[in-house]
Nanobody, 126 residues
Framework: QLQASGGGLVQAGGSLRLSCAASGRTFSSYAVAWFRQAPGMDRNFVAAIGMNRMGRPVLYADSVKGRFTISRDNGRNMAYLEMSSLRPEDTAVYYC???????????????????WGQGTQVTVSS
């Protein structure tokens, strides 16, 4: 089970940190990703981090590279998405997702993830 939090209203150029809390005892064996869905749009990949034994590969969508950072704390069963230099086009509902033992080539594919959080709204005002 995943629980996303940390969304809110922020001005353009501001920062937010999203959190994803996971239940279970094998979190370190799961890949974790963030996806987002803007109104009237498809849900799109934002960032992903692989599991420990893969060396925690990290992937980002081109639109967020250099502005967003994904991380994880396996001891606390938590994943995070640090977002900075936010833009109005970053406005969306952000979802965290997880799946065990995903290979690197599947990290950006939302169909590869079987566990999803409920979403948290991020609104960036201009």
């Amino acid at each position: 089970q995943l629980q996303a939090s940390g969304g809110g209203l922020v001005q353009a150029g501001g920062s937010l940190r999203l959190s994803c809390a996971a239940s279970g005892r094998t979190f370190s064996s799961y890949a974790v990703a963030w996806f987002r869905q803007a109104p009237g749009m498809d849900r799109n990949f934002v960032a992903a981090i692989g599991m420990n034994r893969m060396g925690r590969p990290v992937l980002y969508a081109d639109s967020v590279k250099g502005r967003f950072t994904i991380s994880r704390d396996n001891g606390r069963n938590m994943a995070y998405l640090e977002m900075s230099s936010l833009r109005p086009e970053d406005t969306a509902v952000y979802y965290c997702a997880a799946h065990p033992s995903l290979i690197r080539s599947s990290l950006a594919s939302q169909t590869a993830y079987s566990y999803w959080g409920q979403g948290t709204q991020v609104t960036v005002s201009s």
